[in-house]
């Protein structure tokens, strides 16, 4: 469960290397607060902020409840993938919106087969229990 945590953790960091690329374009595109508009650049990154907010959530559930109820290494590995695909978002998404769509579907990919992990080893405890 090591990895669960430092994947988690990573994740976090993610979000928090998102928000500080934002304060940095608002700084270079002298974007005051607390205006969300600006030049292209400064709303890519306002955008790649809060898409990575709005993908957290569900995949630090589906993470630890995969690991809890499947197995750590699986949830682990898909963990590394969806962080791999959010760096591949944010990077495209920064040199144009439509360079977003791989980093996209490698998270979302990761993300639905945490989903099914879950719902596997809930099943799989289910059976086990005779629920």
Known sequence: MIWIGWITLAALVLYLATGAYVSRMRTRHGVPPPTMA?????????????????????????LWMCAIFWAPLPA????????????????GYYSA????????????????LLLVGTAYGLFRMGLVMGV
Do not use: D, K
């Open 38 to 62: 600006g030049p292209a650049a400064f709303e890519y990154a306002v955008r790649v902020h809060g898409n990575t907010l709005e993908q957290l959530v569900p995949f630090l559930v589906a």
């Open 76 to 91: 682990a590995i898909l963990g590394i993938v969806w962080l791999f695909g959010r760096v591949v978002y944010a990077f």
């Open 97 to 112: 919106p439509g360079r977003r769509l791989p980093g996209f579907a490698i998270s979302m990919i990761a993300l639905i």
